[in-house]
């Protein structure tokens, strides 16, 4: 399920907004201050970020201090606008992705959540971790480990090694993932790594066709957990919804 954030007091905003992020599978959390706001948005993550930035005082100052927070810097955000302050071009000044001009309509609010919808699932996908358990192997030295994972995503793998690796190790690792038949060989560097055996591995020179067959599993396993997301991945851009 996607999350959102929805920054506003307007009793029409939520009428609107609720039953139509609803209808995406979308859920929202609503915050109707803006200091609260950018306290949540530090400590949590979201998939899309929606803020009333002209009828809640604060609202553009927590669009514009969006972009330095570790946690919801690419999240897809929305800025509200009632065509009296913030136009189209300030809004996509301060960064954001998408624009809905007040009054709000289900129809033209869901054309613009249809749209963001591929923008949204393909930043969930780029930090997306899947928990796997499966068979894997590192060669280090011409010496050979054998491992299990705990999780993947597409930039690296967690393993239970029980086995310390070097601090600035680079093993080749090779592994299949369930479903396919292609057995995938890595470059990787050692992330992290703690005492009860659990290691990180960071992809590093992926091969296209590698990259390719673990994005497209990737993208299956996502689409088994978000209905509606399946076909749904595209690239970054911005969009105004009148």
Request: charged letters at 35%; proline letters at 3%; a negative charge.
């Given at each position: 399920m996607l999350e959102s954030l929805l920054l506003s007091r307007d009793a029409e905003v939520f009428r609107v907004l609720r039953p139509t992020l609803e209808k995406f599978s979308i859920e929202v959390e609503?915050?109707?201050?803006?200091?609260?706001?950018?306290?949540?948005?530090?400590?949590?993550?979201?998939?899309?970020?929606?803020?009333?930035?002209?009828?809640?005082?604060?609202g553009v100052e927590v669009l514009e201090g969006l972009r330095t927070t570790s946690s919801n810097k690419n999240s897809v955000t929305f800025a509200i606008v009632n065509g009296k302050k913030t136009t189209t071009q300030e809004a996509f000044g301060m960064g954001v992705n998408f624009v809905l001009h007040k009054p709000l309509s289900v129809l033209n609010t869901s054309r613009c959540l249809n749209a963001a919808l591929n923008f949204m699932l393909r930043e969930r996908r780029r930090y997306f971790r899947h928990p796997i358990k499966m068979p894997a192997r590192l060669v280090l030295d011409g010496k050979e480990l054998q491992g299990t994972s705990t999780n993947i995503s597409e930039g690296g793998i967690a393993l239970l090694l029980h086995h310390a690796l070097p601090k600035n190790a680079t093993p080749q690792l090779q592994f299949t993932l369930p479903g396919t038949s292609v057995a995938l060989e890595l470059e990787t560097e050692v992330a992290w790594a703690d005492l009860k055996g659990y290691v990180g591995l960071r992809f590093l020179n992926v091969p296209p066709g590698s990259r390719e067959l673990l994005e497209r599993w990737l993208n299956d396993q996502m689409e088994q957990q978000i209905p509606g997301s399946k076909g749904k991945l595209a690239g970054p851009g911005s969009a105004a919804v009148q």
């Open positions: 609503i915050c109707q201050e803006a200091k609260k706001a950018s306290e949540i948005l530090i400590s949590e993550k979201f998939d899309a970020i929606i803020v009333d930035c002209d009828d809640l005082p604060g």
